[in-house]
């Protein structure tokens, strides 16, 4: 596999405050082949976004947990959780989504390409939220009010 293929970004996961940017090196290949066709990232595309499920119970949920804080894999880095993001899972983003002109407050240098982007889409910017993008770099999804992300401005969402 070549090293553009490892360090492009596979999927952008919808956990419970944020986006995570999740990469080939960060997930198990296996779990990663074992999705259905319509969760398998294509690499002529931008990163595939998903959604994560609650874990079956108490024993799936403490065994993640505790791997995961020994270094192991979270939720956002295991396939196996994963769902479309659409309909009530895209939803759900909206439980912990901000007022974008709260983030706009902080970060007034990105009112002009906030407001490009709403002219754009032909939306109201004054009904968008958003939700912070862990990456390499700061970033925000900026979502409507269905929980579709209508694209992304630079800086710090937390």
């Known amino acids: 596999m070549s090293t553009v293929w490892q360090a492009r970004p596979l999927f952008l996961v919808q956990e419970v405050d944020r986006f995570k940017v999740i990469a080939e090196p ?3 290949s296996a779990a990663l082949a074992a999705l259905p066709a319509a969760l398998q990232p ?6 595939k976004v998903v959604a994560i499920r609650e874990p079956k119970d108490a ?16 939720f956002g880095e295991r396939p196996e959780f994963y ?3 659409e309909g009530a899972n895209a939803l759900k983003s909206l439980n912990r989504a901000k007022p974008l002109s709260v ?3 902080k970060q007034p ?3 002009a390409a906030a407001t490009e982007l709403a002219a754009k889409k032909g939306a109201d910017i004054a009904q ?9 770099q700061d970033w925000v999804a900026v979502l409507d009010k269905q929980g579709q992300i209508q694209g992304f401005l630079k800086g710090d969402g937390f």
């Open 83 to 85: 769902l479309p993001y």
């Open 103 to 105: 983030f706009l407050q």
């Open 26 to 28: 960060d997930v198990d």
């Open 42 to 47: 294509l690499w002529w595309k931008g990163p």
């Open 128 to 136: 968008w939220l958003y939700l912070p993008v862990v990456a390499r």
């Open 59 to 74: 024993e799936e949920r403490n065994k993640v947990m505790f791997e995961s804080i020994k270094g192991g894999r979270d």
């Open 109 to 111: 240098g990105q009112q």
